[in-house]
């Protein structure tokens, strides 16, 4: 079985500062990890892709997680917060198995302070 | 890309009426899923599928039932709607050829039951 803690359900940060998301993880396998990112009223938009090719992973609009397999993380970052970074962040980790579901950690809010 | 239609944005219907969330992806996808999401409960899992006519229960599919006839469509059902299922609801799929792929997800649907 698998499982994701996003350590912060909250954080604010002031626009142009860096940004870090914490996401710890607990698999018994090799698993893929992703963060989604939601903003009001819309759907789930993919923000980047962890496969096993690279530790340290590029995603849209400026943001990259590292895969830390030692310390189970996967934490997002952004050297520059922007106001539309203003949203929620999702850390989830695939299963064993198609038969079963992906897991979701419970979300992380960002707000971006003028 | 892969597109993920849901067939209502906004839907207010009465209690005990028979709803149905209607959810199409045109990538062939083998596995579907139907979350809701409510503030400070994240995203939580109802059903999902990973072939046609079968389907899993997730973790809270009381008071919900869901259909899947053909691969590309899969509807969730409310049998007898309650003001407690008033929610955000999302509809996502994934291939199950590729163990990397990630979830992709329709703009969900704002039920309101009155």
């Known amino acids: 079985a698998q499982s994701v803690t996003q350590l912060d359900s909250h954080v604010s940060v002031s626009e142009g500062t860096p940004v870090l998301l914490r996401c710890n993880y607990s698999s018994s396998y090799s698993p893929s990890l992703f963060w989604y990112v939601q903003h009001p009223n819309k759907g789930l938009q993919l923000l980047l892709k962890y496969t096993s090719a690279a530790t340290l992973v590029k995603g849209i609009n400026g943001f990259e997680a590292e895969f830390k397999k030692s310390e189970t993380s996967f934490h997002l970052t952004k050297p520059s917060a922007h106001m539309s970074d203003a949203a929620e962040y999702f850390c989830?980790?695939?299963?064993?198995?198609?038969?079963?579901?992906?897991?979701f950690g419970s979300g992380t809010r960002l707000q971006v302070q003028p | 890309d892969v597109k993920v239609t849901q067939s209502s944005r906004y839907l207010v219907k009465r209690t005990g009426e028979k709803v149905f969330l209607e959810c199409v992806q045109d990538?062939?996808?083998?596995?579907m899923f139907w979350y809701r999401q409510d503030p400070g409960l994240g995203l939580r899992l109802i059903y999902f599928s990973y072939d046609v006519k079968m389907k899993e229960k997730g973790d809270i599919p009381e008071g919900y039932s869901v259909s899947r006839e053909k691969k590309e469509r899969f509807s969730l059902i409310l049998e007898s709607a309650s003001t407690n299922q008033t929610s955000m609801y999302l509809c996502a799929s994934r291939t199950l050829d590729d163990y990397n792929s990630p979830l992709h997800f329709g703009n969900g649907t704002r039920l309101t039951v009155t």
């Open positions: 989830v980790v695939t299963p064993d198995t198609g038969r079963r579901a992906l897991t």
């Open positions: 990538m062939d996808h083998e596995n």
